[in-house]
């Protein structure tokens, strides 16, 4: 018995050792991230524009990844159909019948079910707003990598249309979670201007790449590994990132959100005249890509002949041009700030110019040319826009920013919903070189509203804010923070302040207001 009660002692000590030693090594896990996000918050900033970026660039791929796959896919099923009814037909002229109407049902198919993600966003959005404004913006970005790791995982696994409509739906949803609160996340991480304006410029690249090489990506895939694996190789992505997510922001355990100020209501943003000019901007701009995306290989195949590979390549090309863009407007917006509309208006020209010229071209080589031009375009337009969004809410609202894109992501959802929808139509109806002829003077008549836009860089910093914490005091963590970081990180504001954080406020509302109330009003 002795022996026996020896080796249980010796097991028990064991036990207790092995979890002294686990929960040692939790404590020093746990230090060691706290050190990492206390002391260097530079390195945090930089990780979490990583995992905004991933998540931007897989909804962006699953977005078009569909593009080569998908109706292929679905004649396939129709085909199996057709073969039933064809067998159940018993005289040709009620088999032509039937697949006349069965032809015309499968456009209308493919039209509502790339269509139905915009739609599901465009509802969700302001929804979703609203909600990351009020628990801010880690939570919804989790919420809706995990809706997008399903919704990949369905689209791996669907077998009907149902299933795959359910899919895009699903997509849609989280991406109105997961972009949003990812580009709003940045706007809040990157408060001065200038680096605000590279790191939103990094987000539009991802966005940009994630849409031009997806349909190549999921071609070549979908032809020699199968259908499955294009999807199966996103859900890992999305799974990881969402991982990431977890352990970087922590969004169960922050306790930030809890003091965040109130954020202007959404239906406020969207009747403020310059958010109102910036989101017209950003769906007028973005009609010529989301119109063009289902109309242009059926032009391609009629005018010029092409072959698949060639439609499949379409937009390819037209990503570096995307790039540069992005780059150049950046540069541009760190030397010469106070252009931002005008970086705008010449994007909206060049999508116009390059929109009519479209139907012109006779051959692949000389398409590329125009299309090239558009993206080009879209990121002068989305470069200088998307931080000038940012900078209205400082200067004009509560620097909470998931209300005010989510406006920036309904602008983009108005024109992709419309696309596969009525772009057919409008071809069907009116043709091809018109459709592009309106879309261009569209671009090119909207481009000096952006005139509207010239004084927003000498509005002076936001004095609703001031006025948050001249009224009631600074009720919590975050208003403190929030102010000492802006007051910092803007010359001209005042930097020392008293005990209640009371006199030196008020003292600078009163001599801004007085040097910008005109602008403001």
């Known amino acids: 018995m002795e022996p026996e009660g020896t080796t249980e002692g010796q097991a028990t000590n064991l036990a207790q050792s092995a979890a002294s030693k686990l ?42 990844v569909i593009v080569p796959i998908i109706p292929d896919y679905l004649e396939g099923l129709q085909k199996a159909a057709d073969h039933v009814q064809a067998a159940a037909a018993h005289t040709n002229s009620t088999n032509s019948t039937v697949r006349k ?90 408060t001065e201007e200038k680096e ?18 997806a349909p190549p990506f999921g071609g070549v895939l979908y032809e020699f590994a199968g259908r499955r694996v294009p999807f199966l190789i996103l859900a890992c992505i999305c799974l990881i990132d969402g991982a990431f997510c977890l352990t970087v922001l922590k969004p169960f355990s922050n306790k930030e959100r809890q003091n965040m100020p109130v954020g202007t209501p959404i239906y406020k943003l969207m009747i403020d005249p310059y958010i109102a000019v910036v989101a017209g901007a950003l769906i007028i701009c973005n009609i010529p890509l989301a119109f063009l995306e289902p109309t242009i290989a059926n032009w391609m195949e009629d005018t010029m002949h092409a072959s698949q590979w060639e439609i499949g390549m379409t937009w390819f090309p037209a990503f570096f041009p995307h790039v540069l863009g992005v780059y150049l407007t950046v540069k541009l917006a760190a030397k010469y700030p106070h252009l931002q509309w005008f970086y705008g208006a010449i ?13 012109a071209c006779k051959n692949f080589g000389q398409l590329m040319i125009p299309l090239c031009g558009i993206c080009f375009g879209i990121a002068f337009v989305d470069t200088a826009l998307l931080p000038t969004l940012g900078f209205l809410v400082d200067v004009r609202h509560v620097s909470v920013y998931g209300s005010v894109y989510a406006i920036a992501d309904i602008s983009y959802c108005v024109a992709y919903a419309l696309g596969p929808v009525a772009a057919g139509q409008i071809v069907h109806n009116l043709g091809f070189v018109q459709l592009n002829l309106g879309m261009g003077l569209a671009n090119v008549l909207y481009a000096p509203a952006l005139l509207l836009l010239k004084n927003v860089s000498q509005m002076k910093p936001s004095f609703s804010e001031r006025n948050m914490l001249l009224d009631d005091g ?31 406020f008020a003292q600078r509302s009163y001599s801004e207001e007085e040097s910008s109330g005109g602008e403001y009003a």
Do not use: H, W
């Open 23 to 64: 929960s040692q090594m939790s404590e020093r896990t746990k230090q060691l991230g706290n050190a990492v996000t206390i002391q260097d918050p530079e390195r945090q900033k930089r990780i979490i524009l990583v995992i905004v970026c991933v998540a931007l660039l897989l909804d962006n791929m699953l977005y078009m």
């Open 196 to 213: 605000r304006s590279k790191a939103l410029g990094i987000a539009l690249a991802f966005i940009s790449f994630g849409s031009l090489v």
């Open 347 to 359: 994007g909206m020209v060049f999508i116009g110019a390059s929109s009519c010229t479209v139907p």
């Open 101 to 190: 109407v069965t032809e015309s049902n499968f456009d209308l198919q493919i039209g509502v079910l790339f269509a139905s993600k915009a739609i599901v966003q465009l509802i969700v959005n302001p929804l979703s707003g609203t909600f990351i404004d009020r628990v801010g913006y880690d939570i919804p970005l989790f919420i809706g990598l995990n809706v997008m790791f399903l919704s990949t995982l369905i689209f791996a696994f669907a077998d009907n249309y149902a299933t795959l409509f359910l899919a895009r739906s699903m997509q849609g949803l989280g991406s109105a979670f997961a972009d949003t609160s990812g580009i709003a996340l940045i706007a809040d991480r990157y």
């Open 474 to 504: 600074p009720t919590g963590l975050y208003d403190t923070i929030k102010m000492e970081q802006r007051e910092k990180k803007r010359k001209g504001l005042c930097t020392t302040i008293d005990e209640n954080g009371i006199e030196t």
